[in-house]
């Protein structure tokens, strides 16, 4: 029938915790440790995420790593097409990023409009020594030449499809679904 979805888990909690110890792991593995790295989540999922990572990264290595968010909704190239009363969430960026190794953290990657969007936000902030990708789903269709530099899992998509990470009252990660 016409309408009609159907919902597939493509990752549960566990393999959820597994990516996310093997991005961490493989951030530190490239950034040769915490020196100068801070994390910033994308408004509202990699946001989650990057808490997530900051917490499997103190685990690893026993030090705290900088967490921040950003919301790219003025930023985005299609603001002015979305409805005239799109609230603007919040800007979380409490520390300097002059001379830093950002790693922007996103859950779903897909045209790669929102990383475009989320670097220029990133850019009123300060001067990064560089920016890295991390991202829990890269699903393809890039529109733009972005291309992540940790991933959890690939998951080749149609256009047609969709993917979400759902997270529970707690913004902890339980599963990846994605709708046909």
């Known amino acids: 029938m016409a309408g009609d979805t159907t919902k597939t888990v493509i990752l549960d909690n566990s393999g959820i915790r597994r990516a ?5 792991h493989e951030i530190l593995e490239k950034n040769k440790g915490l020196s100068n790295v801070v994390l ?3 408004q509202s999922g990699g946001a989650h995420l990057a ?3 900051s917490n499997c990264m103190e685990l690893i290595e026993g030090e705290r790593v900088p967490v ?3 919301d790219i909704t003025l930023y985005r190239d299609d603001f002015k097409s979305q409805a005239p009363h799109k609230s ?3 800007t979380d960026i409490t ?3 002059e001379g830093k190794r950002v790693v922007l953290v996103d859950d779903v990657l897909y045209t790669g409009r929102t990383i475009r969007a989320a670097m220029d936000a990133l850019m009123d902030y300060g001067r990064p020594q560089l920016i890295q990708l991390a991202v829990l789903i890269d699903r393809g269709h890039r529109e733009l030449p ?3 530099d940790f991933v959890g899992r690939n998951v080749p998509t149609s256009q047609k499809e969709n993917v979400e990470v759902l997270f529970d009252d707690k913004q902890q990660p339980v599963e990846v ?3 046909k």
Do not use: C, Q
Not at 20 to 24: E, L, P
């Open 20 to 24: 996310m110890t093997r991005i961490s």
């Open 40 to 42: 910033i989540g994308i």
């Open 51 to 53: 808490r997530e990572i």
């Open 68 to 70: 921040g968010s950003v």
């Open 88 to 90: 603007v969430g919040k």
């Open 95 to 97: 520390f300097s990023l």
């Open 146 to 148: 972005i291309r992540a």
């Open 177 to 179: 679904v994605l709708e």
